[in-house]
């Protein structure tokens, strides 16, 4: 198989870590365009164009926010379908 296991493991800790780390990073930096957005059509003097800048930002940060949660759980127990204890001891 072309994948390693690492203590039974496909994917090794540190690789979900290091993801869950940069998924941060971009997701920072989104909220900081977002927010720069959001105050660039509201000093335009259009709060039309505000309600759908804020209405993508908050559904990015949700979004982005899952995605974290996501890693963090693959993180803690591996992949289900592929580290399943019934798989382990097939094997």
Known sequence: MAC???RNRYVARS???TLSCKMLSVLTAVTVLAFAASLLT???GTPDGFVPVAVT???VLVLGLALVRCVTYFER???PVLESPTRRTAE
Do not use: C, E, N, Y
Request: aromatic content about 6%; charged content about 0%.
């Open 57 to 59: 930002s908050i559904g």
């Open 15 to 17: 690789t979900w870590t």
């Open 77 to 79: 127990h591996g992949v």
């Open 4 to 6: 390693t296991a690492v």
């Open 42 to 44: 509201v000093s335009m």
